[in-house]
C-alpha cells in the first residue's frame, strides 16, 4: 500500500482535513488510533506513512515542487470524487469482487451497500481484518457475504475466471513485483470483468517532480512498506494483456511528491 494517505470516504474535504490515506485505511482509522488502540498504531503502516507525508510536506514547503503542466495534468478532483465515479461501475454489474490490500475496508462503502454483493478481500497484514469485518458491517454487506484472507498480490488464492471484478487502489507501488499481480488480477477475473485502478505513479522523466521522486524514493520504501515513488504502473497496467484500458490521470494539489495519479478501468 502507499505513501499518500488519501481521504476515500466523504465527497467534501475540509481544507483543515489531513487529506491522504493509504491504501488501507481511512479517516476512521486514525481516530480508532488517537481513541486508544497502541497495537494498532504500531502495525499499521498507514500510520507511519501518514507521519511520513507530514514530515514530507514540511519539506516541500522548504523546496517547493513547481512541476509543468504537461508533466503533471492539473485537476480539482479529489480522490472521493473520482473513486465515486469509478465505482459506479460496479453497481448491479459485479456480483462477486475481489478487493487487494483491502486494509480496513474504506472501499466498501462505495460497492458493498447491495446485500447480493460478495466480496473477497486479501491483505498481507493479518491485523487489518477485524476493521474491514467493521467496515463491511458499516456498509451494509452481510457477514456471510464478506470473506477477509490474508495473501498477497502476487499469489491470489482464487481459482481462475472466479470473480466479475477487482478492485485495487493504491497498491501497485508497494507490491514485489507489479507484472505478477497484474496477471493474477487477470488471471481470476472473468471473461468480460472489470478490474478497478486508482494508482499513483511516478512524473514524467525530464521534470522536477521526477528528480525529487528518485531523491525520495529510497527512503519511502523504507518508511512507507515498500512504497515506490517512481514506478511506470500506466504502462505495466496497459502491457499486461487487458482486452481494454481505459485510464485518466490527474494531479492532487495536496499529495506533493505522491503525483500524478491514475484511474480508470481495465476490461479482460
Known amino acids: 500500500m502507499v505513501l499518500s494517505s488519501i481521504p476515500f470516504v466523504g465527497f467534501s474535504l475540509p481544507s483543515s482535513q489531513p487529506f491522504y490515506e493509504a491504501n488501507s485505511l481511512t479517516c476512521s482509522l486514525s ?148 507484472s505478477m499481480t497484474l496477471q493474477e488480477i487477470k488471471r481470476v477475473l472473468r471473461p468480460g470483468g472489470l478490474y478497478v485502478i486508482v494508482e499513483h505513479v511516478g512524473a514524467k522523466e525530464g521534470t522536477i517532480l521526477r528528480f525529487i521522486q528518485r531523491i525520495l524514493d529510497p527512503l519511502q520504501q523504507v518508511l512507507a512498506d515498500g512504497c515506490h515513488l517512481c514506478r511506470d504502473t500506466e504502462s505495466l497496467i496497459s502491457e499486461a494483456g487487458f482486452s481494454r484500458v481505459e485510464l485518466n490521470t490527474a494531479s492532487l494539489k495536496k499529495a506533493s511528491f505522491v503525483n500524478p495519479h491514475i484511474y480508470g478501468l481495465a476490461y479482460k
Open 31 to 178: 481516530q480508532r488510533v488517537d481513541s486508544g488502540s497502541p497495537e494498532l498504531a504500531k502495525s499499521c503502516f498507514c500510520c507511519r506513512r501518514r507521519r511520513f507525508l507530514q514530515s514530507a510536506s514540511m519539506a516541500t514547503t522548504l523546496f517547493p515542487i513547481v512541476p509543468s503542466t504537461a508533466a503533471v495534468p492539473r485537476s480539482n478532483y479529489t480522490v472521493a470524487r473520482y473513486k465515486a465515479e469509478i465505482f459506479s461501475n460496479l453497481r448491479e454489474k459485479a456480483h462477486k469482487i475481489l478487493e487487494i490490500g483491502i486494509g480496513t475496508g474504506p472501499n466498501l462503502s462505495y460497492y458493498a451497500s447491495n446485500s447480493d454483493v460478495q466480496v473477497v478481500g486479501i491483505d498481507p497484514n493479518q491485523k487489518m481484518e477485524k476493521y474491514a469485518r467493521s467496515s463491511a458491517v458499516s456498509a451494509g454487506l452481510p457477514p456471510s457475504n464478506f470473506e477477509f484472507i490474508h495473501a498477497v498480490g502476487e499469489v491470489i488464492p482464487l481459482d481462475d475466471a472466479s470473480v466479475d471484478a477487482v478492485v485495487g487502489t493504491l497498491v501497485l507501488c508497494s507490491v514485489k513485483d507489479v
